[in-house]
């Protein structure tokens, strides 16, 4: 058989080229009908993250109580010199008020003022100087400065020990929030030729996770937060990069810097194929770490149906029906667990739209209806719709059922 193939069906270069393609597609872990993950495009609109609000100031007027605290900084400066760690009290106590009054920029040199003499009366890694990371970030997110925050949340970070051992609580706070600040703003951007950048930031997160699973000192608290963020990781990274990659040995076009040598596969696009394992992987070892963590079962049973592992996910499922039963009587888009969710603080464009819809037994939505058509694009909302694949709802914890209609308050990020 092999000799009647090899004399009667000879294949050509290009047909070769295209056989190899074919045989790579079928041993790839996802299709091209891979859902989009809940929370990238569309949210809900409750529940996006928002900035606190200016405090209004009943006392005086806002912009005389700001100019005489300014004064009286002055005064201050004058007796005391410029780097008196007295002064940096004061300093925080002028910026808050600059924020209440809506005064950005002011509110931002006056944090930076005081953060500065924090570093010269206490050295470059003391703790003082926390607080007033904290105030900036607060200021950040109000302001919708985007890079500040991202700049500040990473200086935060070093100065608690960059992630590394011996972990703390505070060290993992300000881990898990450089994360979704960073997560958060690889969401908006292409990540064509960030290859590197993005696998840094993947496996040093990574590794942090496996320690702080494996340390019986922080594990209980910490290992769920950093396990979910690393799956929200790979939900992203299935959508941002597309399904099957483009390889220069078959494309002679392709200039990607990362294919300058014709036997080296870019490891972000490897990562990729191996998504479905490093997932179910991250998900078990949590399971493990809480076996009857309501949470924990979710985020297990939405990976594998996510991936259309219906017989593996209704286990799990099934399982955390029986802790929080309410919740399966009706359906929700993946991933629920753990939850994708942009900040719409760094949103201006964000849109809200109602939208009516069933969800048959199988998680797809069908006759998706917005109600209110007030978005400029309902076109490409009404696409997102149906790319969004949804946790079934539960019969007595048992089989899947349709849904006859869902209403649900959205936010749609362009």
């Not at 908006?188 to 494996?214: K, P, Q, Y």
């Not at 076009?253 to 990362?258: G, K, V």
């Not at 009587?329 to 629920?336: I, K, R």
């Not at 009404?382 to 007595?396: V, W």
Request: proline fraction near 7%.
């Amino acid at each position: 058989m092999r000799y009647i193939l090899a004399s009667h069906f000879y294949l050509g270069p290009m047909s070769l080229q295209y056989l190899l393609f074919f045989l790579s597609c079928l041993s790839a872990p996802a299709w091209g009908d891979t859902p989009m993950p809940f929370g990238l495009e569309l949210g809900y609109a409750d529940e996006a993250p928002q900035p606190a609000q200016p405090l209004s100031e009943e006392a005086e007027p806002l912009p005389v109580a700001l100019d005489e605290a300014q004064l009286a900084l002055r005064d201050l400066e004058r007796q005391l010199g410029p780097y008196h760690p007295g002064l940096a009290a004061q300093t925080i106590d002028v910026a808050s008020l600059a924020v209440r009054a809506e005064k950005f920029d002011l509110a931002a040199s006056l944090y930076d003022k005081a953060l500065h003499n924090a570093r010269i009366n206490n050295g470059l890694y003391g703790d003082q100087q926390l607080p007033i990371l904290r105030g900036l970030l607060d200021l950040y997110l109000l302001s919708g400065d985007r890079q500040g925050f991202e700049e500040r949340a990473a200086y935060q970070l070093r100065l608690m020990g960059s992630g590394l051992p011996p972990f703390d609580a505070a060290e993992l706070q300000a881990a898990a929030q450089f994360f979704d600040a960073t997560l958060d703003a690889l969401m908006g951007v292409s990540w064509a030729g960030r290859g590197n950048e993005i696998l840094v930031f993947h496996d040093r997160f990574e590794a942090m996770t496996d320690a702080v699973c494996e340390s019986s000192s922080v594990q209980a608290g910490w290992c769920e937060p950093l396990s979910f963020r690393l799956g929200q990781f790979y939900y992203v990274l299935e959508y941002k990069l597309d399904v099957f990659v483009d390889d220069a040995r078959f494309e002679p076009r392709y200039t990607d810097p990362e294919w300058q040598f014709m036997g080296r596969e870019p490891r972000l696009e490897a990562l990729q194929r191996r998504l479905f394992r490093q997932g179910e992987k991250n998900f078990s070892r949590l399971v493990a770490v809480a076996p009857n963590d309501h949470d924990a079962l979710s985020a297990m049973a939405d990976w594998y149906w996510f991936y259309r592992k219906r017989s593996q996910a209704m286990e799990f499922y099934r399982e955390a029906c029986r802790l929080r039963p309410a919740r399966f009587s009706y359906p929700a888009p993946l991933p629920e667990y753990p939850p994708i969710k942009r900040w719409q603080a760094f949103q201006p464009a964000a849109q809200v739209g109602y939208v009516s819809l069933a969800v048959n037994e199988r998680g797809q939505a069908r006759d998706a209806q917005w109600v209110e058509e007030t978005q400029e694009r309902p076109g490409r909302l009404r696409r997102a719709m149906r790319n969004t694949l949804f946790r079934p709802a539960l019969a007595n914890c048992e089989e899947t059922n349709e849904t006859e209609r869902l209403e649900l308050k959205l936010v749609f990020f362009d």
